[in-house]
């Protein structure tokens, strides 16, 4: 079967760094997404890779290693406004999405 | 953010009614899509339609009834709902419903409920 693990929960203080991990296995890899979901909204796109490595894109940086199935999405200089729900979706070799449960993430001051 | 909308935001209805959840999108896109998201619970993926065409019915009980006219509308025909069908109902769209890089756009979700 597929399947994505990220952890259920996860709590930092503002200003600080997290990383909030996924790990996946499924038929085919062609990419892995981030998204945020903030509470009673739409998921929004956060980032895409498909390459080993790691994509920077202002403070949010997502990092890419497809031998170990896993990535990560390390958040700097943490704001409050970044308390949501933080999804990793992986295209299958069908280009289906399969999600994780996702990662809420609680920012305390 | 206005690329997505769905319509109703809330909808509370009884088991034995017939509503209709509507998602439009503004981005002239290709592909559409109906997911289901439940507390704690990964999406799950309903239906994709690409181009107009039905790609991908996974598996949905047959109370729920996707319709997509054109490649900007979507809807959701429900009928005889049960009470674990509550839950978030997510339209998104991309470009197309293949290639890699290929990004998906949410709409902000009906919330439903089922008595």
């Known amino acids: 079967g597929q399947n994505i693990d990220q952890p259920t929960e996860m709590t930092a203080t503002e200003g600080a760094i997290v990383q909030i991990n996924c790990t996946y296995q499924?038929?085919?890899?062609?990419?892995l997404f981030w998204y945020q979901q903030h509470a009673g909204e739409a998921p929004t796109f956060l980032s895409y890779?498909?390459l080993d490595g790691l994509e920077e894109k202002g403070r949010f940086s997502s990092f890419l290693s497809r031998s170990k199935g896993y990535s990560y999405l390390l958040l700097k200089e943490l704001q409050m406004k970044d308390s949501a729900s933080y999804l990793c979706?992986?295209?299958?070799?069908?280009?289906?999405?399969?999600w994780g449960a996702g990662t809420k993430l609680i920012i305390k001051p | 953010e206005t690329g997505v909308t769905q319509t109703p935001r809330h909808l509370v209805m009884g088991m034995t009614n017939k509503k209709s959840l509507k998602c439009e999108q503004h981005?002239?896109?290709?592909?559409m899509y109906w997911y289901k998201q439940s507390a704690k619970k990964p999406l799950e993926l309903m239906f994709v339609?690409?181009?107009?065409?039905?790609?991908e019915n996974n598996s949905v009980p047959s109370r729920f009834s996707p319709e997509c006219p054109n490649s900007s509308h979507l809807f959701l025909h429900l009928h005889t709902l049960q009470p674990e069908d509550s839950a978030l109902y997510l339209c998104?769209?991309?470009?197309?419903?293949?290639?890699?890089?290929?990004?998906?756009?949410f709409g902000p979700g009906t919330r439903l409920t089922v008595l």
């Open positions: 998104a769209s991309s470009q197309e419903s293949s290639g890699g890089a290929d990004t998906q756009y």
């Open positions: 981005l002239g896109h290709n592909a």
């Open positions: 339609y690409n181009f107009k065409e039905q790609t």
């Open positions: 499924t038929s085919g890899f062609n990419g």
């Open positions: 890779n498909v």
């Open positions: 979706a992986v295209k299958d070799s069908n280009y289906q999405l399969i």
